[in-house]
């Protein structure tokens, strides 16, 4: 059974537009929230994440959310670039520090010129 | 560059052999996580090392074996091996603040002939 899931496998959008990636999860002792970005032929790279004491995290242009209630939360990338183009995933944790990460299976972001 | 290396890159084999890969953590990070990712899948937890010691288990195989050594560095030995465990098998690391934040590593892609 997935605990983390990703219900979009593919997202398009154009250049300088808005992308919102989205993530449920469904186990309530998750309480950090990553999300990381890939390119092919490389690891997962960083990108935001989120404590459950938060409901908003901003770096730059991305911005994550987080409704604790609904058990959702998402990836706003404003604007978007054509090198945003990647697979991302959604991945949560029990805020425990030192705790293997529970991956979403990724959203492919296409960003088109 | 995540600072975390793996070794090698790609590895094709018959059914039945075994191999090992490797991973170097960044420097100063003590948890190394292995994680595989097979065609369509999310990145799955298969085991993690926390200074030389076991710390938690996921979805890892009998026929799966991982070790953590003085230096840090990791191997995870996969024996036995099946036409369904061709995968992208990823090396991550962890141990500075924010210690829920892994680093990933570029990936071995295992291929079983």
């Known amino acids: 059974d997935q605990q983390v899931k990703q219900n979009s496998p593919s997202l398009s959008v154009q250049e300088g537009r808005i992308s919102i990636l989205n993530c449920d999860y469904t186990?309530?002792?998750?309480?950090?929230f990553l999300w990381y970005k890939k390119y092919p032929a490389e690891g997962p790279t960083f990108l935001i994440s989120i404590s459950s004491i938060k409901d908003k995290n901003e770096d730059g242009r991305f911005t994550v959310f987080l409704n604790k209630s609904a058990k959702h939360l998402s990836l706003h990338i404003v604007p978007s670039q054509p090198g945003d183009s990647a697979v991302y995933f959604c991945a949560a944790t029990p805020f425990q520090a030192g705790t293997a990460l529970i991956f979403g299976k990724g959203t492919t972001l296409s960003v088109s010129s | 560059d995540s600072g975390v290396t793996q070794t090698p890159k790609h590895l094709i084999t018959a059914t039945g052999q075994r191999v090992t890969l490797r991973c170097s953590p960044r420097?100063?990070?003590?948890?190394v996580y292995w994680y595989q990712q097979s065609l369509d899948q999310g990145l799955q937890f298969l085991i993690q090392y926390y200074n030389g010691e076991e710390r938690a288990k996921g979805n890892i195989l009998e026929r799966f074996s991982a070790q953590q050594f003085p230096d840090l560095h990791s191997e995870l030995n996969l024996s036995s091996l099946e036409l369904g465990d061709s995968a992208l098998y990823f090396c991550a690391s962890s141990g500075t603040p924010p210690w829920n934040e892994q680093f990933f590593g570029p990936g071995t892609r295992l291929t079983v002939l």
């Open positions: 186990n309530s002792m998750f309480d950090y």
């Open positions: 420097s100063g990070d003590l948890s």
